[in-house]
């Protein structure tokens, strides 16, 4: 099975800060990574495919990098809207799919 | 608008069943693999199943904790996904979302998610 990290499990950041979040997995998965946000008591948003694609409707300070086994997303000037969690997931072993364990983005 | 319902959540005893129901709308139920994934509270998510397709012989695949316990099925004339949980497990209790994939060159990601619906499993 392939295994996705992210690090790190919490950050603490302002607003206006630049913000990534890292994914490793444990084998290489090509470019098939998925990122999502999720705000409390709801369910999970789509915001990045295929490890640098921009869901419809994404805001363009979201942005993803990476290929192989090491992925990153990056918030340019982050917003107050955007604290939540934000997991990753693999389908490169599709219909298989695993993800992060999630980063919390927290008010500094 | 893609919209997916869940319901048939609540509070079951350890050993018990419980039948979730997904209700599609907004895009073409039957042509569409659907998956449920899950979420336990205060933790990550977790892959449980899909259902392929009728062209695809409503092909089923589990995740290792619930294979032989849970079984996906579909009704494509009611536009609804459902999820029969047997053998139930404290470990089961989590929000359960019904999910729609996005497909790409032959695999998928999840495009559309339900608002999710509450499996506790407890004595």
């Known amino acids: 099975d392939i295994q996705m990290t992210q690090s790190p499990s919490t950050l603490s950041a302002s607003v206006g800060d630049r913000v990534t979040i890292t994914c490793r997995a444990s084998?290489?998965?090509?470019?098939?990574l998925a990122w999502y946000q999720q705000k409390p008591g709801k369910a999970p948003k789509l915001l990045i495919y295929e490890a640098s694609s921009l869901e419809s409707g994404v805001p363009s300070r979201f942005s993803g990098s990476g290929s192989g086994t090491e992925f990153t997303l990056t918030i340019s000037s982050l917003q107050p809207d955007d604290f939540a969690t934000y997991y990753c997931?693999?389908?490169?072993?599709?219909?298989?799919?695993?993800f992060g364990q999630g980063t919390k983005v927290e008010i500094k | 608008e893609v919209q997916l319902v869940e319901s048939g959540g609540g509070l079951v005893q350890p050993g018990g069943s419980l039948k979730l129901s997904c209700a599609a709308s907004g895009f073409t139920f039957s042509g569409s693999a659907m998956h449920w994934v899950r979420q336990a509270s205060g933790r990550g998510l977790e892959w449980v199943g899909r259902?392929?397709?009728?062209?695809?012989?409503?092909?089923?695949v589990y995740g290792a904790s619930v294979k032989g316990r849970f079984t996906i099925s579909r009704d494509d004339s009611k536009n609804t996904a459902y999820l029969q949980m047997n053998s139930l497990k404290t470990e089961d209790t989590a929000v359960y979302y019904c999910t729609r994939p996005e497909c790409t060159g032959g695999v998928c990601y999840i495009q559309h998610w339900g608002q999710g619906t509450l499996v506790t499993v407890s004595s």
């Open positions: 259902i392929r397709t009728k062209a695809n012989n409503y092909a089923t």
């Open positions: 997931q693999q389908y490169n072993s599709y219909p298989t799919w695993t």
């Open positions: 084998q290489s998965i090509s470019s098939r």
